[in-house]
């Protein structure tokens, strides 16, 4: 089996992020950009796939500017054996990427995609969705398990009030949730491995994807501060401000 | 001039950053205050192959050299955790294996120590001698083909945690030698042999490793202990020296970076008058030349271990770049503790605690006079003082 995971770079989470003075987005220079987390859990999963036995290649694509080829070179030195840089200098919404993604299944022919739930520069989480639709293959979202037997997945969802666990035919496309699993370091040996991996660098016109922008930002700002809090007596003082002053009770 | 890293230089320092954010500084600092060996943390780096970073591959190494280990010690330092063990054993001890020690000694004990099965020391400075190595008075008499070890060895970090000690000894004592460079050997010691006894000194440092004082009495050595050449090795003794400069400036860049980012982000959010004391010219100016000098400190320590692992001399950039990265450590950390006002010096912001060691680097592994001595004399030529 083949498992084909998106690793998306995005700005370090760690990271306290400005906007731009002209409102425009998000100030990018001199900022720590990384693997995006979700898209870390979706390289160690494949990798688990792998060391079970049940996956004999991973394929890591990113899709963005030059740079992203260090996020595929992480993926690389966790273990992954081959990426795909797939290079624009636009930036992309979710259908883009979805399209992109199904272009290269097409090609690349996996069972299995692997996707974070959501980049956490942007918070989407549409990309995954709109690529099963595209391909109409059946998804699990928001996984928190998945396991593999018999061309089948039984995939444990993380849903409002609990967990659901769908049987899914291959292929299928999984988007990971926080607690699928923790996510290695790359270790030394492959990290040194890593350099001798391939990466194929592909276009968005050479796929056959139109990328025009279907979405205008018209400003980006920051969230309101957020108020300090006050201290109450006990209970009923409590219970008289979220009545007379917050107004919710 | 490219002053990139490669992609597997920046994986290697990114993997010091990652780590010390799962082990983090609150963990090191726990660790540090009640002087406990963080073992766990160091496990987890060996068995992803970074204590055996500068050894060939063929003994389970890395093959990697001393920019490396010191982008990985900064990587760690950065964001709160020094370690001086990756001095003392991954860098000194094992670099210094891998370099001059023989087939034999590679293959009995690098493959353990990258492992993380067994943890090295290194023993030169005496209470007798001081800075001045020369005088050392630990002699190993030679005994037919056997040598007997006496003598002592003081400020010796991280004995209890090890299972070996790389030993530079007398072969001959400094008084029957024609030059002063002549009969110094390098041995490997094993910590459990007979005759060899250490105690913990009670140090002032906010630092997990504690440091020692050793006796050898009559310690039974034999030629396959000896590290290169009996007599030889004040000539190989600076590819020690040299590394412990390198990797003692990178903790000290890395501790003066994290005081400095934690200061940074404290005086933008604290508000006392109006807005944040960070706006304040007298809070920023001291924080942004501390990280001026730092970063300079931090090139001259990599143009350092890029010289070493090219083979040139290393000495001057060597000892410039631990000389600077230590005052800068210091300017860092002072500066972080002015910003941070009171807090500064609470556990709960423990910038504080930052000061001992990053102090202890104007002091060891060479002192600040000395240094200088150097720069002017080897460096700049200028006459001798001593």
Redesign the interface.
């Known amino acids: 089996m083949k498992v084909l995971v998106a690793v998306k770079r995005v700005v370090d989470y760690n990271v306290k992020i400005r906007v731009k003075a002209d409102q425009t987005g998000v100030d990018l220079n001199n900022v720590k950009m990384s693997m995006n987390p979700f898209d870390e859990i979706g390289v160690e999963e494949a990798l688990r796939m792998k060391e079970a036995g049940s996956v004999e290649e991973i394929v890591a694509v990113s899709i963005g500017v030059q740079q992203c080829q260090?996020t595929i070179?992480?993926a690389l030195?966790m273990g992954a054996d081959r990426g795909i840089l797939v290079k624009t200098e636009q930036e992309l919404e979710p259908l883009h990427v979805a399209k992109i993604m199904a272009a290269l299944i097409a090609e690349e022919q996996p069972d299995v995609v692997i996707l974070g739930k959501q980049a956490i520069d942007d918070d989407c989480n549409q990309t995954g969705q709109m690529l099963a639709a595209l391909m109409d293959w059946p998804q699990g979202t928001f996984a928190s398990k998945i396991e593999l037997a018999d061309g089948k997945a039984n995939v444990t969802r993380e849903v409002d009030g609990g967990l659901q666990t769908l049987t899914l035919d291959l292929p299928m496309v999984v988007t990971t949730d926080l607690r699928l699993n923790e996510p290695r370091?790359?270790?030394?040996?492959n990290?040194?491995k890593?350099?001798k991996k391939p990466i194929d660098e592909k276009t968005p016109e050479e796929l056959g994807v139109d990328t025009a922008p279907r979405l205008t930002t018209l400003k980006v700002e920051d969230p309101p501060a957020r108020q300090a809090g006050v201290k109450v007596e006990d209970v009923a003082d409590l219970v008289d401000k979220l009545r007379n002053e917050a107004g919710v009770i | 001039m490219d002053f990139a890293l490669t992609p597997e230089q920046q994986m290697i320092y990114d993997y010091g950053s990652k780590l010390a954010q799962s082990y983090d500084h609150k963990h090191w600092l726990e660790k540090a205050r009640a002087h406990e060996f963080p073992r766990e943390m160091w496990q987890r780096a060996a068995e992803d192959g970074f204590c055996g970073l500068m050894v060939p591959e063929e003994y389970g190494g890395g093959g990697l050299g001393l920019l490396e280990m010191a982008l990985l010690l900064e990587g760690m330092a950065d964001h709160g955790v020094p370690l001086l063990m990756y001095v003392v054993g991954p860098t000194m001890a094992l670099g210094h294996i891998s370099k001059h020690g023989s087939d034999q000694q590679k293959s009995r004990y690098l493959p353990d120590a990258c492992a993380g099965k067994t943890l090295f020391c290194f023993a030169i400075t005496e209470p007798t001698a001081g800075s001045n190595s020369m005088r050392i008075n630990s002699v190993a008499k030679p005994d037919g083909n056997r040598f007997k070890l006496s003598g002592n060895k003081v400020f010796i970090t991280g004995v209890d945690v090890c299972d070996y000690a790389v030993v530079v000894a007398r072969t001959t004592p400094h008084d029957q030698v024609q030059r002063k460079t002549d009969g110094f050997t390098l041995f490997i010691v094993d910590l459990k042999a007979k005759g060899v006894d250490y105690h913990a000194i009670d140090m002032s440092i906010v630092a997990p490793e504690e440091q020692f004082t050793m006796f050898f009495d009559e310690v039974d050595l034999g030629p396959e202990d000896v590290i290169g050449e009996v007599g030889d090795g004040f000539n190989t003794l600076f590819d020690l020296l040299n590394p412990e400069r390198v990797t003692v400036a990178a903790l000290s860049c890395g501790i003066g970076r994290f005081a400095v980012n934690k200061a940074a982000e404290y005086a933008s959010e604290r508000v006392v008058f109006d807005g944040p004391i960070g706006a304040y010219q007298g809070v920023q100016h001291p924080l942004a030349v501390a990280k001026t000098q730092l970063e300079m400190a931090s090139l001259m320590t990599r143009q350092a271990a890029w010289q070493y692992d090219n083979g040139e001399q290393a000495g001057p950039a060597a000892n410039m770049a631990k000389y600077a990265a230590a005052e800068a450590g210091i300017m860092g950390v002072e500066a972080s503790l002015q910003a941070h006002g009171g807090n500064g010096f609470t556990h709960e912001y423990g910038i504080y605690d930052l000061y001992s060691m990053v102090r202890l680097m104007r002091t060891a592994p060479i002192n600040r006079e000395l240094i200088l001595n150097y720069i002017g004399e080897r460096v700049l030529g200028m006459p001798r003082s001593y």
């Open positions: 260090e070179r992480t030195a370091y790359a270790s030394l040996p990290i040194m890593a350099k």
